[in-house]
């Protein structure tokens, strides 16, 4: 069998369409028959023109430890780093503008300037010229691993009358971690946010496996975001138990289907490198995920993915007031802390 081509792809696709059309709908009067065959053929009714787009190849030249070496990052750091964004702790090497983007993040460049902009083609690995410098300044955070602890699984637990207190799933943890935003990743569409939060999730989930609990904690704070507008405080009335209690269920109900998914996979023989690809396309709150906006405003995660409309509105109300102001003390705690604020597709903003 020829292995597909973009051309043969196209090729196939438009003439299924046109088998579909002639079987589907299809006509006695051969002259009609064949005149809409023709205009189906026509650029622009059935198919575009095939547009193929020549990537330019990106050279990988710099090692990850000599990056992290020049960043000024720990070797304990390095070798975490490269397992958890690439899944393998030695041999990785990055191209030219990830390993100056994690050197400038982290230490900032000859000037003291410590602010990013990556300009390159698709594929170029833009993603991790952001993914590498925050992951790493969490590694580093959280190189004692008491600082790194278990989550609380409170969909688990169903609220009723004589359990009427809703707990958050980083409630109990220590206390020596102020939960607050560590970095925001803003899209300008939720399409944007889906297509690449799976890779933070992979990392999330490869972290988790070495670590047992979830290194860092990551949320996506949208208007499709679970939870709604109000905060459920203590001693819930029947009304908000219930409401708590559908979340709870939703959310039971999406670890179950990746839990399905990974058993499935194992039972077929997959490995354990496929079985994360294909978990890391569903939401996972066990590596770390946050799914609800009430996780997120009880305890900020480390990493906020938003967009622009959403994020104006958190700062026009109250409910999301303790998101910013726990960010605020953390910052305050310590010169050394920084923000970060990723902006994807920065071209397409506006105004």
């Known amino acids: 069998?020829?292995?597909?081509?973009?051309?043969s792809v196209h090729k196939y696709l438009t003439e299924?369409?046109?088998k579909y059309y002639n079987s589907a709908?299809?006509?006695?009067?051969?002259?009609?028959m064949r005149e809409r065959a023709q205009i189906l053929e026509e650029s622009g009714v059935l198919a575009q023109d095939p547009l193929i787009e020549a990537v330019p190849q990106y050279p990988s030249e710099v090692?990850?430890?000599?990056?992290?070496?020049?960043?000024?990052?720990?070797?304990?750091?390095?070798?975490s780093l490269s397992k958890i964004v690439f899944g393998r702790s030695t041999g990785i090497k990055l191209r030219q503008h990830q390993a100056q983007s994690l050197r400038t993040a982290i230490s900032g460049d000859a000037d003291g300037r410590f602010n990013v902009v990556v300009t390159s083609g698709t594929g170029s690995g833009k993603t991790e010229s952001f993914l590498l410098p925050l992951l790493a300044a969490l590694i580093e955070e959280r190189r004692n691993s008491s600082l790194i602890s278990p989550i609380n699984s409170w969909w688990n637990t169903k609220l009723s009358g004589t359990n009427k207190r809703w707990e958050s799933m980083r409630y109990g943890q220590s206390s020596s971690v102020i939960h607050a935003m560590r970095a925001m990743i803003l899209y300008p569409t939720n399409a944007l946010v889906e297509d690449q939060i799976s890779r933070l999730r992979s990392a999330a989930m490869t972290a988790q496996k070495d670590y047992g609990n979830p290194l860092f904690y990551f949320g996506r704070y949208t208007g499709a975001t679970l939870g709604g507008t109000f905060f459920p405080h203590a001693d819930l009335g029947s009304d908000l138990r219930r409401r708590v209690n559908e979340v709870s269920a939703e959310i039971a109900k999406i670890v179950l289907e990746t839990k399905n998914i990974r058993e499935s996979m194992s039972a077929k023989g997959s490995d354990e490198q496929e079985i994360l690809s294909a978990c890391s396309q569903f939401q996972?709150?066990?590596c770390g995920e946050m799914l609800t906006r009430w996780d997120m405003i009880e305890s900020p995660p480390d990493i906020m993915i938003t967009n622009t409309s959403m994020l104006n509105i958190m700062l026009l109300r109250d409910t999301e007031k303790p998101i910013f102001e726990k960010t605020r003390e953390w910052l305050a705690e310590s010169s050394s802390n920084k923000f970060t604020l990723v902006v994807d597709e920065l071209h397409s903003y506006r105004g």
Do not use: H
């Open 1 to 7: 069998m020829r292995k597909p081509t973009p051309l």
């Open 16 to 18: 299924a369409y046109s």
């Open 25 to 32: 709908f299809w006509m006695r009067d051969e002259g009609i």
């Open 63 to 79: 090692s990850v430890s000599q990056a992290c070496l020049e960043a000024g990052l720990s070797e304990e750091t390095s070798a």
């Open 284 to 286: 996972n709150p066990d």
